[in-house]
């Protein structure tokens, strides 16, 4: 097992990984002083794989559980399912020391979150990240949040996990397409923060695609020391936490234009890497070398990473990513590349760089 401790004075918390870890569930919460009742709360995929496994194993260590089961999907991120939890946990009278488990990928994580983040004002909730983008991004540091009709994860809180528990065991049921998804995150990392990493994942890329245990534990726990490096030092994204945003800002816009539909988040971001890595040559004197190997790792991980979209489509993008809630002054600002490993926030590109940038891209109009 692996640990890794995010910082954060009396909210510090341990993530622990590997394999078949899910065991370990019971014994640490009760070894954090949890209180004896708690709602796990999953969805409808994730449930008939874990799901009865978690309550025996909670209940086991003495904890009263009650599981609330909601449809996958991003449209369950939603004041409606917010709404159906607080109604269920208080049916089953959870109180102030109770505690909620999150149990699935991000979009369980962030729902979870966010009812433990306000139901009386607050309980404590402890994260069980099934999907590899809920372990190495989405369950670590602490933002919790739902959709609007308005507008993707408008309503929210930071509000941090107890522990974050990743059991390598659950990734054996995630779909390829999903996997691949999160490796979209995982590269993201060593773009950011750790060129060493990114060449790691240039020599390993095949063996996390298989799977192995061995590499994708030593992936993770790579992933989530940098979140939490990077989280420890600015948890409210005031600065520094904005890198985690590479490839966000076209790949949002991207998502919003498509409804939500065509691309998975990650594979969005893909493209949005793709662009960044761009806009970085031209902007921040990256190597063109440089953006080639990201390129590339990419593609080996089976992501998108070029689009057909039509000149209508390219300007629902600019206006989208004008929407975006990072973009302050009606300006579109960019996380870049200077180097691999080596990322500057706040960077303002010219509406005419980023559409050039999109043209380049092979995107047919
Ligand atoms: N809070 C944050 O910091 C943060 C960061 C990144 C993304 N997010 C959010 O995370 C969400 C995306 O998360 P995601 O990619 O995990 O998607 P997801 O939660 O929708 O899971 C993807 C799919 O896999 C299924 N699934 C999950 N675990 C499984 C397993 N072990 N076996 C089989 N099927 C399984 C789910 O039911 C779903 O159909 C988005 O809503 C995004 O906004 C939040
Ligand atoms: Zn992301």
Same mark, same amino acid.
């Given at each position: 097992m692996q640990r890794v401790k995010v910082e954060l004075g009396s909210r510090s918390y341990d993530i622990l990984i590997g394999r078949d870890l899910l065991a370990e569930l019971g014994p640490r919460c009760r070894k954090l002083g949890l209180g004896s009742r708690c709602a796990i709360i999953t969805d409808s995929n994730v449930a008939p794989h874990y799901g009865e496994e978690t309550q025996r194993l909670?209940? %086991?260590? /003495? +904890?009263?559980?009650? *599981? *609330?089961?909601?449809?996958?999907? @991003?449209?369950?991120?939603?004041?409606?399912?917010? /709404? %159906?939890?607080? =109604?269920?946990?208080?049916?089953?009278?959870? @109180?102030?020391?109770? +505690?909620?488990? %999150?149990?699935?990928? /991000?979009?369980?994580? =962030?729902? %979870? /979150? +966010?009812?433990?983040?306000s139901y009386l004002r607050g309980i404590p909730f402890v994260q069980v990240p099934t999907t590899l983008l809920a372990q190495v991004d989405s369950s670590v540091g602490g933002k919790t949040g739902i959709n609007l009709k308005a507008g993707k994860n408008l309503v929210g809180a930071f509000y941090q996990p107890k522990l974050v528990l990743c059991d390598l065991a659950t990734l054996d049921t995630?779909? @390829?397409? @999903?996997?691949?998804a999160g490796l979209s995150e995982v590269i993201k990392y060593g773009i950011i923060y750790d060129a060493l990493f990114f060449r790691r994942l240039e020599e390993q890329l095949e063996g996390a695609l298989k799977r192995d245990p061995a590499i994708l534990a030593k992936i993770i726990a790579r992933c989530c020391a940098i979140k939490a490096e990077v989280v420890s030092q600015d948890e409210t994204e005031t600065g520094l936490r904005a890198i985690l945003n590479f490839g966000h800002t076209i790949g949002h816009a991207l998502e919003a234009i498509s409804g939500y539909g065509k691309y998975l988040h990650g594979e969005a971001i893909a493209l949005g890497q793709v662009c960044a890595a761009r806009l970085s040559q031209k902007i921040l004197g990256l190597p063109s070398a440089d953006a080639e190997r990201i390129r590339a790792l990419l593609e080996r991980a089976g992501l998108p990473i070029e689009a057909h979209l039509t000149a209508a489509q390219k300007q629902k993008i600019l206006a989208a990513m004008k929407l975006d809630k990072k973009v302050s002054a009606g300006e579109i600002k960019f996380v870049l590349a200077r180097q691999l490993g080596k990322d500057e926030h706040g960077q303002k590109v010219p509406e005419s760089e980023v559409l050039a940038v999109l043209e380049k891209i092979q995107f047919n109009s």
């Open positions: 909670l209940e %086991a260590s /003495g +904890f009263q559980t009650t *599981i *609330i089961t909601i449809p996958p999907g @991003e449209k369950s991120k939603s004041l409606k399912y917010v /709404g %159906a939890c607080y =109604d269920t946990m208080a049916k089953h009278r959870l @109180e102030r020391k109770s +505690f909620v488990v %999150a149990l699935g990928g /991000g979009v369980v994580g =962030d729902l %979870a /979150g +966010f009812v433990a983040a995630l779909p @390829e397409r @999903e996997l691949r």
